[in-house]
């Protein structure tokens, strides 16, 4: 028996995402997204790959969900393909598609498991990218409140919790500038759908379009939803971690944590954007009205938070900002996929910063993994040892977290079964099933009977 369990009632979920598992690209009345046409352009993907069949999960989803009750999985958070239900983005609704997510949700309420919906993991329709340059218009901002609307007035009679926006950083950073991370002492750079670059004020601009599409999503959940819907975003905070745990080196991680993420969580959670980045941003600071940070700051019913690891560490330091950053030591170790930095202590600091900075009343962990050189071993089985080590570290920390109080209601391990992993195509893999994508085969993986003791002792230590 754990001393400390996590509290009663904790989700034990899996997350995917649309693009990454569903196929059916182009199957009843789907319209096309950013990321058919980035992943159809030559180059783009490692070895060719695209999202066309991916897991078949459209086609597979009964039995997908059946591996998910297998897994003890209580809870699943899956994103819906926006031009599935909105081939143009805005317009005639597509009843296909509608249908595709309302059996998914019955087949998972029929399971007993909680569905989690994540309404934008990337996959912009298409049209939109060409009528209004994408994010970079203010009016895909009102079309994605809308169809957030159509969602929630859609299925809120079986979905209680909505994520807006997936990691808006990633998706923002990635397609309009790309971004580049540490590996070891070298950088790779990580690129997304559209695959541009733009003038520092223009990313300013997309950054300023979508979280204001974040707040006008949560206002037209609350008109359409049915009463006790809860919404919120599912960013991926960048968390400055205290690597010496007294007040003072505390403090300044967590004053480093806010500025952080100035155009993101910040300002969702604040209604303004903080002066260092405005001082910073300068001429290339976003454009906005006193009206844009009140929806902005609409309300929220939980944050939602993808943790894998440190943004970086923090000492405290007598610079105007309080705080600096300590380097990664060049040894410093990383998982088997490239850009994750070895830090589990990231899943105490960062939702222990989320509810210390901005007084969260719920927070979800929306995804923590790695990928592992999965191989088949004699015996068919798959010894994933690394991400047993992973996630168990990350989860004693939270499990810290919710015994300090901190209110964790719940935690979505990265991903139920391997898939697309954007640039990287398949070949990294995040599952704790293994998919063979020739055969579409399924196979747990050891860390798949380690999820399911956790969560039916609802405690790792
Ligand atoms: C997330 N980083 O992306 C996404 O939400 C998922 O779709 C994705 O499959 C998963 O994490 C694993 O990559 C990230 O460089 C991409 O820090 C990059 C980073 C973090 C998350």
């Not at 940070?293 to 105007?320: T, W």
């Not at 964790?408 to 391990?413: A, D, I, L, P, T």
């Not at 020739?438 to 747990?444: A, D, E, H, L, M």
């Amino acid at each position: 028996m754990s001393t400390h369990p996590f509290p009663k009632g904790f989700y034990w979920g899996t997350a995917t995402s649309a693009y990454q598992i569903e196929g059916a690209w182009n199957e009843d009345g789907k319209g096309l997204s950013i990321w058919d046409t980035y992943a159809h352009t030559p180059g783009k993907i490692k070895n060719g790959d695209t999202g066309d069949v991916a897991n078949d999960h459209y086609h597979r989803y009964k039995e997908d969900v059946k591996l998910m009750k297998d897994l003890g999985a209580t809870a699943y958070r899956f994103s819906i393909c926006w031009p599935r239900i909105f081939p143009e983005g805005t317009g005639q609704p597509n009843a296909k598609g509608l249908d595709f997510y309302s059996r998914l949700v019955d087949e998972l309420k029929a399971a007993g498991i909680e569905p989690f919906a994540t309404l934008y993991h990337w996959d912009l329709p298409q049209t939109l990218q060409e009528v209004n340059k994408g994010w970079q218009s203010r009016d895909t901002a009102k079309a994605f409140g809308d169809y957030a609307g159509y969602m929630a007035e859609k299925l809120s009679d079986r979905v209680h919790h909505f994520f807006t926006i997936n990691e808006f950083r990633s998706f923002i950073d990635g397609g309009y500038c790309g971004t580049d991370v540490r590996v070891g002492d070298g950088v790779i750079r990580l690129e997304a759908a559209p695959g541009q670059k733009l003038a520092p004020g223009d990313l300013n601009q997309v950054r300023h379009h979508a979280v204001l599409a974040h707040g006008m999503a949560v206002q037209a959940i609350r008109a359409k939803g049915r009463k006790g819907t809860k919404v919120g975003p599912a960013e991926n905070i960048h968390t400055a971690v205290p690597l010496i745990e007294t007040p003072e080196h505390v403090k300044a991680a967590q004053t480093a944590t806010r500025e952080a993420n100035a155009p993101y969580l910040t300002v969702m959670l604040e209604g303004k954007y903080t002066d260092a980045y405005l001082k910073e941003a300068g001429k290339d600071a976003p454009k906005f009205t006193d009206e844009d940070l009140k929806v902005i700051a609409s309300p929220l019913d939980f944050v939602g938070i993808n943790v894998y690891m440190p943004a970086f560490y923090a000492l405290a330091s007598d610079q105007a900002s309080g705080w600096r950053e300590a380097p990664f030591a060049r040894s410093h170790p990383n998982m088997f996929n490239s850009w994750l930095t070895l830090g589990p202590e990231v899943l105490y600091w960062a939702p222990q910063f989320v509810q210390s900075l901005w007084n969260a009343k719920e927070i979800f962990i929306t995804e923590n993994g790695c990928a592992s050189d999965d191989v088949l071993a004699d015996d068919g089985k798959i010894y994933d040892t690394d991400r047993i080590m992973f996630l168990r570290a990350c989860l004693a920390q939270l499990q810290r977290a919710t015994g300090d109080r901190v209110p964790v209601k719940g935690y979505f391990q990265w991903s139920t079964m391997d898939n697309f992993e954007w640039i990287f195509g398949f070949g990294n893999r995040f599952g704790l099933v293994y998919v063979d994508f020739k055969t579409q085969k399924r196979t747990p993986k050891l860390s798949a009977a380690w999820f399911r003791e956790a969560a039916a002792r609802n405690a790792v230590v």
